[in-house]
């Protein structure tokens, strides 16, 4: 059975009252007793802010591909009759994606939702097939409707509207007894349709130990001077809380002058109250209101108070007394409604309407201790009766008996064709769409095709080659991309499609990059095709495999949003360089700074996985001390690249002088530098280190093979008009992969010299052509040749010639490190190793297929 639930009452305002904590626990507990049943969340886009945390409560126990979010288009609140058009439409659409998702029973956490906010709840407005179940809190406005109805007519044509969808509903899960008999009372539906399935507490509300610190710095917070009378909820009519002001008024001298009464949590009418409790005669001293209080002050507040007071006339259940009860709180409340059977003890229940009642009530327990241990005792006894997990098995067989009673019809089994078909036509039906502007038409259609991806559609892996496509630096990152993607491409992870995309800093959103792909993979293809904006939907995974910083800022706001529809964002981490050694790149183009920003940026989303272990190491540690506080935990992993030329897409060209200089360099033992000239790298150490070396008539040549980066001008002066240039000293200025190719193998040794690196490709490459490696004793160099090169700390240039004489020596009588024996890996392997640590954790398994 697929039970889809409406997770609005945790999305608005609501979710800072009873029934946003009763939507996430009830959610919880259904989930955790799901069995075989497969359930998914239904989130309302319009709430963009509450979508991660309610990710987050989830987390680990329900795969994230099954929240689902809708979209439609605001503003809907039924509060505007200038909405009307919108809010209907959002209810065709909302019910159109809940049947898209195929369920068996869709359950409404909180059906009267969206006077005041765009939230948008119906029943049978569209999908008439698919049982609907709703949860039933009280009918409160209904039986009331001088106090709520007829003072406010636009409020009431709502709040019928909203009775006439629940009358609807197949069936309704009571938070109470009392309301149950209630809706069986003025529904008028069969008493099959409702269950009581009452409701719960979190395992947080309960006693607790506070030290005196914690206990003094809640006081005074709070301005709490004295034991205090506690209550808690809301303040509207029926809470009755003049009558609570007035009754502690009405408190022995003695007994008020040593307490105060305290009103806790968001209450909307805190000056009339105030107003209030100054006619009453009480001192501004005596009434406390805390505003909005945490969770954790919540528990603290029940564990503090000396009583809790409940005086509410009318109640669906009334879950601040349960709550207070487990935390060992002595409670008194009505004798009305649900409290009845909430605090289940008929000696702490007064009348709420009678002042001197509740006034006598509190005395008591104020001042016989015995009746006030009685009640914490009492208290703890009646709240472990009420358990999730049992209104969570108790709704789960509800809803099995009512599939099992619904007959399934063709409408049920629409495919998403001709459920968005159907949504169309609808919508052209609704009064008023034919004076619709243009912009609300588009929004509604933008909308439904998000709601609505391709019937049979595969999860996508979208990888972002936005430098690549708009110039190929040739730079070490570029080679990565395009021997990543190659590989991704032709080798794609199980179950996924593959597409390259890219943006732009003058445009919002992500592109297929579809003419590119074409002549990426196949160049004989001059074919053009349009690039067409990427879709993403939940489940696909959006991976940031090239490195343009402006585009990832640019876009955040993008990558957010497909983010909390349910897209996993990752991105390759190549290094922490400009931040970790910021005086290597010139300070005016503010490189670390811009780095760091990016990488600020990145770790928002869900993961990132670097190019080697040291990489990740360093990341962590830059965490550590500059990362935000996140609801999700960052996942973080790394992998290896490749090494195969023929796979990274190499550049073929070989010049006229290429086969002398090889020649030249086959003479005398050849010692290669490969990587752009730039002033980590320790290109200048090296060259006079074997300036030292020719002067001491050291036969070697030193081959340079990179292109002019930034910072080494004088470098490149000394260089150009080097004695020893093309004689001893070769620089090789962005030369091909299949010249690169030769020279490795004519050279004796690759010396690596930088002080920072991500990866170290070169020392992969000389291995594969078995070149003995010399490299500075750095972390990642030995993570990625081990104990197969020879490692120096040289701080100067003749203490580097001093090490490169002694490896000669071990050279020469062959007792040099070997690097045949470093394990190295095709592009393939590195993929697939990217791909490992990408997947959800679920998927990992699941290999490439080979293509």
């Known amino acids: 059975m697929r039970i889809v639930i409406d997770m609005q009452g945790a999305q608005t305002e609501s979710r800072f009252r009873g029934i946003g904590r009763y939507t996430m626990s009830f959610t919880h507990a259904v989930v955790r007793n799901r069995g075989k049943h497969e359930i998914i969340l239904a989130l309302n886009g319009l709430f963009p802010d509450t979508i991660e945390p309610i990710r987050v409560?989830?987390?680990?126990?329900?795969?994230?591909?099954?929240?689902?979010?809708?979209?439609?288009?605001?503003?809907?609140?039924?509060?505007?009759?200038?909405?009307?058009?919108?809010?209907?439409?959002?209810?065709?659409?909302?019910?159109?994606?809940?049947?898209?998702?195929?369920?068996?029973?869709?359950?409404?956490?909180?059906?009267?939702?969206?006077?005041?906010?765009?939230?948008?709840?119906?029943?049978?407005?569209?999908?008439?097939?698919?049982?609907?179940?709703?949860?039933?809190?009280?009918?409160?406005?209904?039986?009331?409707?001088?106090?709520?109805?007829?003072?406010?007519?636009?409020?009431?044509?709502?709040?019928?509207?909203?009775?006439?969808?629940?009358?609807?509903?197949?069936?309704?899960?009571?938070?109470?007894?009392?309301?149950?008999?209630?809706?069986?009372?003025?529904?008028?539906?069969?008493?099959?349709?409702?269950?009581?399935?009452?409701?719960?507490?979190?395992?947080?509300?309960?006693?607790?130990?506070?030290?005196?610190?914690?206990?003094?710095?809640?006081?005074?917070?709070?301005?709490?001077?004295?034991?205090?009378?506690?209550?808690?909820?809301?303040?509207?009519?029926?809470?009755?809380?003049?009558?609570?002001?007035?009754?502690?008024?009405?408190?022995?001298?003695?007994?008020?002058?040593?307490?105060?009464?305290?009103?806790?949590?968001?209450?909307?009418?805190?000056?009339?109250?105030?107003?209030?409790?100054?006619?009453a005669g009480l001192k501004p001293d005596e009434l406390c209101f805390t505003g909005y209080v945490t969770d954790e002050e919540l528990v603290q507040l029940y564990n503090l108070c000396k009583l809790f007071v409940f005086p509410s006339w009318h109640e669906g259940f009334g879950l601040p007394a349960l709550e207070a009860m487990a935390c060992g709180a002595p409670v008194i409340g009505a004798n009305t409604s649900s409290l009845p059977e909430v605090i289940g003890l008929d000696a702490a229940l007064f009348d709420p309407h009678s002042v001197p009642e509740i006034a006598a009530k509190m005395a008591q327990v104020m001042e016989d201790s015995a009746f006030r241990n009685a009640l914490r005792e009492h208290g703890l006894q009646q709240a472990a009766k009420f358990s999730w997990d049992e209104v969570a098995k108790r709704s789960i067989n509800a809803f099995e008996q009512k599939v099992q009673q619904t007959p399934r019809s063709g409408a049920q089994k629409a495919d998403g064709n001709g459920i968005v078909k159907d949504l169309l036509g609808a919508i052209a039906r609704l009064s008023g769409s034919e004076a619709l502007s243009e912009s609300d038409l588009l929004a509604v259609a933008a909308a439904i095709a998000q709601n609505h991806p391709e019937p049979g559609r595969h999860r996508k892996l979208f990888v972002d080659i936005s430098e690549l496509v708009q110039r190929d630096a040739m730079t070490g990152v570029q080679r990565v991309t395009r021997s990543i993607l190659r590989e991704l491409s032709l080798n794609p992870p199980q179950a996924y499609e593959v597409h390259a995309v890219y943006a732009t800093i003058d445009q919002h959103g992500y592109r297929l990059a579809n003419n590119f792909t074409r002549g990426f993979l196949d160049k004989t293809n001059n074919s053009v095709v349009e690039d067409s904006p990427m879709e993403a939907q939940p489940g696909d995974i959006f991976l940031g495999l090239d490195l343009q910083h402006h585009t990832t800022r640019v876009q955040e706001s993008y990558l957010s949003q497909i983010?909390?529809?349910?897209?996993?964002?990752?991105?390759?981490?190549?290094?922490?360089?400009?931040?970790?050694?910021?005086?290597?790149?010139?300070?005016?183009?503010?490189?670390?700074?811009?780095?760091?920003?990016?990488?600020?940026?990145?770790?928002?989303?869900?993961?990132?996985?670097?190019?080697?272990k040291a990489v990740a190491d360093e990341l962590a540690d830059w965490l550590q001390a500059n990362g935000r506080e996140r609801l999700r935990p960052l996942h973080m992993g790394w992998f290896h690249l490749g090494t195969d030329i023929q796979n990274s897409d190499p550049s073929r060209s070989m010049p006229s002088e290429a086969e002398e200089v090889i020649r030249l360099l086959q003479t005398q033992p050849t010692f290669l530098m490969v990587g752009t000239l730039e002033p980590r790298k320790g290109h200048a150490q090296v060259l006079e280190a074997f300036e030292q070396l020719w002067q001491a008539s050291v036969d070697a040549n030193l081959v340079i093979v990179g292109k002019q980066g930034w910072m080494v001008e004088t470098l490149v002066k000394r260089l150009r008009a080097h004695p020893e240039l093309n004689e001893r000293l070769f620089w090789l200025e962005g030369i091909s992969d299949e010249y690169l190719e030769k020279v490795y193998a004519a050279s004796a040794c690759l010396i690596a010299a930088s002080e920072g690196e991500g990866f170290g490709l070169p020392l992969i490459e000389a291995a594969r052509h078995k070149v003995p490696i010399i490299a500075r004793d750095i972390p990642v160099f030995r993570e990625v040749a081990g104990e197969h090169a020879y490692y120096f700390t040289a701080k100067t240039p003749d203490d580097l010639a001093q090490r490169i004489k002694v490896w000669l020596g071990l050279f020469e009588s062959n007792r040099h490190p070997k690097s045949d024996q470093i394990r190295w890996l095709t592009w393939k392997d590195s993929a697939r190793q990217l791909v490992e640590v990408v997947l959800p954790r679920h998927e990992r398994s699941e290999r490439m297929r080979h293509g």
């Not at 505007?80 to 359950?107: C, K, M, T, Y």
Request: include cysteine.
């Open 57 to 279: 409560a989830f987390d680990g126990v329900l795969l994230q591909e099954n929240i689902r979010v809708w979209n439609a288009v605001a503003p809907v609140a039924c509060v505007s009759s200038a909405n009307d058009w919108r809010r209907q439409s959002g209810e065709l659409v909302r019910e159109a994606f809940l049947a898209s998702l195929r369920p068996d029973i869709v359950h409404v956490s909180s059906l009267f939702e969206g006077y005041t906010d765009d939230a948008i709840t119906s029943v049978g407005r569209f999908d008439r097939a698919t049982p609907v179940s709703v949860t039933l809190y009280d009918l409160i406005p209904l039986l009331n409707p001088d106090h709520y109805l007829k003072p406010n007519p636009r409020y009431a044509q709502y709040y019928q509207r909203k009775v006439d969808h629940l009358k609807q509903a197949a069936l309704y899960l009571a938070i109470s007894e009392f309301t149950r008999k209630e809706g069986l009372a003025h529904l008028n539906v069969p008493e099959s349709r409702i269950v009581n399935v009452t409701t719960a507490i979190e395992s947080c509300f309960q006693p607790v130990r506070m030290d005196d610190g914690v206990a003094a710095q809640l006081r005074q917070k709070f301005g709490l001077s004295c034991p205090f009378v506690l209550y808690t909820g809301g303040a509207d009519e029926r809470k009755n809380l003049p009558h609570l002001i007035q009754a502690f008024a009405a408190l022995p001298t003695h007994l008020r002058g040593g307490h105060q009464l305290v009103l806790a949590g968001q209450i909307h009418v805190v000056p009339y109250l105030k107003e209030y409790a100054k006619s």
């Open 563 to 612: 983010r909390r529809n349910g897209t996993r964002i990752w991105f390759v981490v190549y290094d922490l360089l400009p931040v970790l050694f910021p005086s290597y790149w010139p300070s005016q183009h503010r490189v670390g700074e811009i780095h760091e920003e990016w990488l600020g940026v990145i770790t928002k989303f869900d993961g990132v996985v670097c190019i080697s």
